[in-house]
């Protein structure tokens, strides 16, 4: 594919000169014009996508920022967002903040200089944890709009796609008191992030309330052992007869240590994990899942950013949409 | 942040003027250049990395193009790319293809345009179906060099990283002969890639060569229920003592299924399965388990594209550099 670069090089004359001819600006000769166009034409000449957005400003293209792209619910939520945006014509590019404060500015630099009409992302641990939010109200200033999803920043106006998670946690942990279980663990391994957080005191609140049952938790670290400490942890503590988890890995590692122990479950114990459908097909007996729609969010924080870029929402519009899990119970609970 | 076009407007002269001007242009007069440093220092203006790459042709940026994100495997090399990149100073956009040879050709234009200086790629599965390239070498053409990983286009003349596919069955399956295993079955749900076939072919190899084995081949489509389609085989096929899967969530799944029939693993049935550390982990006895290294392969990627854009690898230099897959040993293999 031939550039302006190289037609101007080819024609002796600037690139500006190409430029305007190509446009028919009056400022050219009409003889340039035709010499112009007669080469952009025997070289099948395309404009260049990205030199038109930086003229007119619209590129038809979204900007994801993901924080970690290892982490499945954050892949789903990318694929949710891919093909909601292609049904609205709408391409998608992706950077990676690796959970980084510096990353995620740069990111947003880096595709905010016209290679995008507006953003979706979810926040980098980095900056949650120093509670960063000036790079992205300088976006927003600059008239990109941007639609935060799960781990958002609080303090910045804009739209906001989030999922129930204390209430999440609190549901299910009531279910299982409803049960009769009384001796239930919260397993976690996303201790440091908001939404961890959340679940946990979601978990904490269902057990305090019934004034009697005391809390039981588990946190694992990522350099951890995870089947070693789950294991550990079952040893230590006699009866345990519930699980909560608030990640996959944790919910599958303690129903095969339960059934290793000789627990039969459901009957002797029940788990509930966030996880998806595949983690449930493997698990036997099948997990009890808290699901969190991934796909959905994405889809939904794709629909809030093409109307935004469309004007048909109002500034004074800014929503947080939240959408709701579900407990979907399988073989793992009674 | 204030552009070009804005300072152009406030200053009452064309964008080219105020490019120029920063620029020390001879072609703009003293007082112009005087008048539009002034304002753009006012502003507080930083030229647009976009419209600098059209200009000196170097983003330092590499286009990534992934066919699918929730296969974890491709999440993995992504993350490899995205660190080693990193570590020379690269940035990395990532578009996903959607196994689409449409959306591979639209985003090969996408970031062609100006964004990237070069790719890395696994080839979408409808490119693969209809064996077209023109777009792979059309981007080579226009000077942007790709790298091809795991799924390659072997028509396309380029750099390419990929793993033995074929040898890494092949020794898998001869091991678990060597245990006295002598009804193996291979388990598939990628049969309609490249890289499936080629390791249902390496399967096939080491049980044909016994010279008294035969194959037996479970194929499982996306929209099976796959442990049940599993469990039914394992009731149809009496005596199974070997499974290779040639994907981690089967591999886990006929674990699973193996114990639940009463066998003991590995005592009764060895299982061995393409699948991660973290899977092993998900499984009781742990997984034994051929690893991709995708991290690996993604690093190899990166390093290989940098050195071609930074010219350094002369065109007679294209290579393919095979990552050698590991058979790690747990307790799920005697």
Redesign the interface.
């Known amino acids: 594919?031939v550039t302006l670069k190289q037609l101007a090089k080819e024609l002796n004359v600037s690139i500006?000169t190409v430029s305007k001819a190509l446009n028919n600006s009056e400022e050219i000769g009409e003889e340039t014009v035709r010499r112009v166009k007669e080469l952009a034409e025997l070289y099948n000449y395309r404009p260049?996508?990205?030199?038109l957005?930086?003229k007119n400003n619209k590129t038809k293209?979204i900007g994801v920022i993901i924080p970690n792209?290892?982490n499945?619910f954050l892949?789903?939520v990318?694929?949710g967002i891919?093909?909601e945006a292609?049904e609205h014509g709408y391409?998608?590019?992706?950077?990676?903040s690796?959970e980084s404060l510096q990353?995620e500015k740069?990111?947003l630099?880096?595709?905010g200089?016209?290679?995008v009409d507006g953003f979706i992302l979810s926040v980098a641990e980095e900056s949650q944890i120093n509670n960063e939010v000036e790079h992205f109200k300088?976006t927003i200033k600059?008239g990109l709009p941007i639609v935060m999803f799960d781990r958002v920043a609080h303090d910045v106006l804009c739209d906001k796609v989030i999922v129930d998670d204390f209430d999440a946690t609190y549901n299910a942990t009531k279910s299982l008191i409803e049960e009769g279980r009384g001796r239930i663990v919260f397993i976690s391994n996303i201790d440091d992030i908001s939404v961890g957080k959340l679940r946990e005191r979601g978990y904490n609140k269902a057990i305090l309330e019934t004034g009697r049952l005391e809390p039981l938790v588990l946190k694992v670290k990522k350099k951890d052992d995870?089947?070693k400490k789950i294991k550990s942890f079952f040893k230590k503590n006699n009866s345990i007869d519930g699980i909560i988890a608030a990640d996959s890995?944790s919910g599958?590692?303690a129903l095969?240590?339960a059934?290793?122990f000789g627990l039969k479950v459901p009957k002797d114990i029940s788990v509930i994990a966030f996880a998806s459908k595949?983690d449930s097909?493997?698990?036997?007996p099948?997990l009890t899942t808290i699901r969190q729609h991934a796909k959905i969010i994405g889809a939904h924080a794709a629909q809030v950013l093409i109307s935004r870029m469309q004007n048909t929402l109002t500034e004074e519009d800014v929503k947080t949409k939240i959408v709701k899990t579900s407990l979907v119970k399988n073989k793992s609970t009674l």
């Open positions: 594919m500006s260049n996508k990205v030199a957005s930086l293209t792209i290892l499945r892949a789903k990318l694929f891919e093909r292609a391409n998608i590019i992706t950077c990676i690796n990353k740069d990111s630099q880096l595709l200089n016209g290679s300088n600059q995870h089947p890995s599958i590692i095969n240590t059934v290793n595949s097909n493997h698990t036997l099948k």
